[in-house]
């Protein structure tokens, strides 16, 4: 296994059960309060939501990370034909898409 694979597959371990313990937990607490059953409700939505929430991070992750960069390096460019931007400093525009 590559350490890129390696790597992509650990992330994908931890942010997947990270999110699915705070989510299920969320979700069950939402759905029936701090009841007497709430660990056994919570053991098992997490246990059903786990595997789904790994394959979705394996899956979309890579692609997530892309449409990331390009978003973050638009809104870094300057806006074209702004006088604002021409200048120095930070950018004073309303930068649309």
């Known amino acids: 296994m590559s350490e890129a694979l390696r790597l992509r597959c650990v992330f994908a371990f931890l942010m997947?059960?990270?999110?699915?313990?705070l989510m299920s937990a969320w979700v069950?607490?939402?759905?029936i309060g701090l009841q007497a059953d709430f660990l056994p409700r919570w053991r098992h939505a997490f246990f059903?939501?786990?595997?789904v929430a790994?394959?979705?991070v394996?899956?979309?992750a890579p692609r997530v990370q892309v449409i990331s960069r390009n978003i973050v390096t638009r809104l870094a460019r300057p806006a074209?034909?702004?006088p604002?931007?021409?200048?120095?400093?930070?950018c004073a525009?309303?930068?649309r898409p």
């Not at 069950?28 to 759905?31: E, G, I, V």
């Not at 059903?48 to 595997?51: F, N, S, V, Y």
């Open 16 to 21: 997947s059960l990270v999110m699915t313990l």
């Open 84 to 90: 604002a931007c021409a200048a120095d400093g930070p």
């Open 58 to 60: 394996m899956l979309f």
């Open 80 to 82: 074209p034909g702004c």
């Open 28 to 31: 069950t607490w939402l759905n």
């Open 48 to 51: 059903a939501a786990w595997p």
């Open 93 to 95: 525009c309303v930068r």
């Open 54 to 56: 790994f394959c979705a």
